[in-house]
Nanobody
């Protein structure tokens, strides 16, 4: 079992920055692929970014170049640094974990989820 707890969600103006955190406990964090997804009202949950156990990263096209995912294995925490925020980034952001030998980008491939943290970007 893995427990994930997100934090850092807030309301900011367009052009601003935020850093989300995902604290993990339970099964070996360092061997998991950690990811961020987001879900806006009325929309499907969307892949944002993922980082594997070696630090390799992958980003969704909507955030590439603006968001950076990272992890601290010693601290059992994953991060999502978000810059140049746009109103379209408004969503609930979810942390997810998967024990896979590749980086999944689809929701169904992730076994563990946090409760989500709200991000609101005003124009």
């Amino acid at each position: 079992q893995v427990q994930l707890v997100e934090s850092g969600g807030a309301s900011v103006q367009a052009g601003g920055s935020l850093r989300l955190s995902c604290a993990a406990s339970g099964r070996t964090f360092s061997s998991a692929v950690m990811a961020w997804f987001r879900q806006a009202p009325g929309k499907e949950r969307e892949f944002v970014a993922a980082v594997d156990w070696n630090g390799a990263t992958y980003y969704g096209s909507a955030v590439k170049g603006r968001f950076t995912i990272s992890r601290d294995n010693a601290g059992n925490t994953a991060y999502l640094q978000m810059t140049s925020l746009e109103p379209e980034d408004t969503a609930v952001y979810y942390c997810a974990a998967a024990f896979k030998t590749f980086i999944p980008t689809t929701r169904g491939r992730y076994d563990y989820w946090g409760q989500g943290t709200q991000v609101f970007i005003s124009s």
